[in-house]
């Protein structure tokens, strides 16, 4: 069975870092792009950045471009999301997902950042 | 980027009835639209994509019509485990962008 498993989020100081990681199991990951997704807390979804299966090509959303980058070790399956100069309005469940740009049909549980002084 | 509308924001209904959801894009989107169904606590569950196509193990009372800028997803018989939070999302350009979502309520 698929999995994707987040972790690494927190509370971290307006102006600080965080590194996300997401772990995948049970399927080739090497042939699959992959996304962040993010949701603030009781507000809708918004696709933060998206990376290809061969790591040469990623998408940002403008509320986090040039301070979020998305990475991917294929070696350890593992999708990362590295996250400077967070801001309060950064704060939100972070969801990874399998697909891009098709419809993710598997989700991770999420992980929380919360940025907050 | 395209700005996607749901409607109604919240839609109370009784277990049994059917329910319809709408979604409206400010441009068009092809067929590139999805719906997902998102529950309390938990991550997001796709139910369709291509506007129409069912996912993976979702029940055939969920299906979803539309193309260009107008969609629909339409519950034929509502249960129980369906009174959640549905959102739409379109991917026919990047930035893809999601509706802010439609409650579904038990009435």
């Known amino acids: 069975e698929v999995q994707l498993l987040e972790s690494g989020g927190g509370l971290v100081q307006p102006g600080g870092s965080l590194r996300l990681s997401c772990a995948a199991s049970?399927?080739?990951?090497?042939?699959?792009?992959m996304s962040w997704v993010r949701q603030a807390p009781g507000k809708g979804l918004e696709w933060v950045s998206a990376?290809?299966?061969?790591?040469?090509?990623?998408y940002y959303a403008d509320s986090v471009r040039g301070r979020f980058t998305i990475s991917r070790d294929d070696s350890r399956n593992t999708l990362y999301l590295q996250m400077n100069s967070l801001r309060a309005e950064d704060t939100a469940v972070y969801y990874c997902a399998k697909d891009f740009p098709q419809p993710p049909n598997y989700w991770g549980q999420g992980t929380l950042v919360t940025v907050s002084s | 980027e395209i700005v996607m509308t749901q409607s109604p924001a919240t839609l109370s209904v009784s277990p049994g009835e059917r329910a319809t959801l709408s979604c409206r894009a400010s441009?068009?989107?092809?067929?590139?639209l999805a719906w997902y169904q998102q529950r309390p606590g938990q991550a997001p569950r796709l139910l369709i994509y291509?506007?129409?196509a069912r996912a993976t193990g979702i029940p055939a009372r969920f299906s979803g019509s539309g193309s260009g800028t107008e969609f629909t997803l339409t519950i034929s018989s509502l249960q129980s485990e369906d009174f959640a939070v549905y959102y739409c999302?379109?991917?026919?350009?990047?930035?893809?962008?999601f509706g802010q979502g439609t409650k579904l309520e038990i009435k």
């Open positions: 441009q068009s989107v092809s067929n590139n």
């Open positions: 049970a399927f080739t990951f090497t042939s699959y792009a």
């Open positions: 291509s506007a129409s």
């Open positions: 990376i290809s299966a061969s790591g040469s090509d990623t």
């Open positions: 999302q379109h991917y026919n350009n990047w930035p893809y962008t």
